[in-house]
């Protein structure tokens, strides 16, 4: 008996539409186990991007994980403030994100006093800062009144302004080798660090002061991702800066990387686990479906449909099952990915249309690894014996 193709394909669609409508209850539980694998896959994809930026913002409260000096054993600002920039370009094209924008720093010693007095000058490391670069780059600092907005406003240390008796408002005399600048005090910082220490400047303005235009002593950077990141960067920075010296710290990186691997390991295997369970309850599904069948694909067989239409008529059920089950899994994942990351995280999580590909694939290969089973039974069915019943 010639067999005609498109007749067969004709007859193996009406059996699985057929099957479909005949059998809404277990495809219907089939359906529910992909949506669920569909759910935690666009929820965990959805959280990962928002949560790392989340997380990475608070670890940026530790301050930055690299710095950029001169070598060991040299002083002074002989750092080109340009090759610095242009570096930081370079990293982000290598595609590691620096965020925020490193802060260029100047380092030089002086003596301060409050304006109107005389008597001794107090030593105090006088620092030319880039704002509002600084302070993003040192989230957990606090700052009592503002950073400087003008030329002649600085910000002190709260253990040197205490030790000069120079609170908000005041203003001091720098002094810096022959030079003498005033500068009116916008705020008190508190770090507990050598920070409290300094008096934090303009950087044009200590630049012009001390005649080091264009020159650095240091730059401060975040970079994203972990230590394993940064170490990249640090390698990629020495070579853009001959002469550099590119210093991980390694307490902060460390610290940044460790959440992130924790939080993609706890994803991983928590994704593992519930698409094995999902694959199993698809594949118990659409075996049940197959032994109820064999007289229906028996009768296909007898009306000359081969292998092929089989396959079709299985990998067709499955496909339809998964891509409804993705769609709705995407859907449910999204607003399931917003409750979770205000709820547990505090952050802000969208839902992010690209996620819909990833989502796609995880649906259909599970539905169509789910149905290898079933479908070696059904190619096993001959005729006269599922006609028989046996």
């Not at 507990?192 to 005649?211: A, C, D, R, V």
């Not at 789910?370 to 006269?384: E, G, H, K, N």
């Amino acid at each position: 008996m010639l067999r005609r193709p498109g007749r067969n394909a004709g007859v193996a669609m009406r059996f699985l539409l057929r099957s479909l409508a005949l059998r809404r209850g277990n495809f219907l539980m089939a359906i529910v186990a992909i949506a669920s694998a569909a759910t935690l896959t666009a929820t965990l994809l959805a959280l990962d991007a928002d949560v790392r930026r989340k997380m990475s913002q608070d670890v940026r409260g530790f301050g930055p994980n690299m710095l950029v000096t001169p070598p060991l054993g040299t002083e002074g600002a002989i750092l080109d403030e340009a090759a610095l920039r242009g570096a930081a370009a370079r990293l982000a094209r290598a595609g590691i994100a620096v965020e925020p924008p490193p802060a260029l720093l100047l380092l030089a010693s002086g003596g301060v006093r409050p304006a109107g007095t005389e008597g001794a000058w107090h030593g105090a490391t006088v620092t030319g800062a880039e704002f509002p670069a600084l302070p993003r780059l040192n989230a957990g600092w606090k700052i009592e009144g503002a950073w400087p907005n003008t030329a002649t406003e600085c910000v002190v240390g709260s253990a040197l302004a205490e030790r000069i008796s120079s609170p908000r408002g005041s203003s001091l005399v720098i002094h810096l080798g022959d030079h003498e600048l005033s500068c009116h005090v916008s705020g008190v910082l508190a770090t507990g660090e050598s920070e409290e220490e300094q008096i934090f400047l303009p950087l044009s303005s200590l630049q012009e002061k001390i005649g080091a235009a264009g020159r650095v002593s240091l730059a401060s950077f975040t970079i994203s991702g972990g230590s394993a990141e940064v170490t990249r960067a640090a390698r990629l920075l020495e070579k853009e800066l001959p002469g550099a010296q590119a210093r991980v710290l390694w307490q902060v990186a460390e610290g940044q990387g460790a959440l992130l691997a924790k939080l993609h390991r706890l994803s991983l295997s928590l994704s593992l686990v519930v698409l094995v369970l999902c694959a199993l309850c698809v594949m118990t599904t659409l075996l049940s479906s197959v032994l109820e069948r064999e007289p229906e694909i028996g009768l296909m067989r007898s009306l000359g449909a081969g292998d092929g239409e089989i396959l079709a008529m299985f990998l067709g059920e499955a496909t339809i099952l998964s891509l409804i089950g993705a769609l709705s899994g995407t859907l449910v994942g999204g607003v399931l990915a917003r409750l979770l990351g205000q709820r547990l995280f505090d952050a802000a999580v969208t839902l992010r249309w690209e996620v819909l590909p990833a989502v796609l694939g995880v649906s259909l290969a599970l539905g169509w690894i789910a149905v290898l089973a079933p479908l070696r039974r059904a190619l096993a069915v001959r005729p006269a014996d599922a006609l028989r019943g046996e």
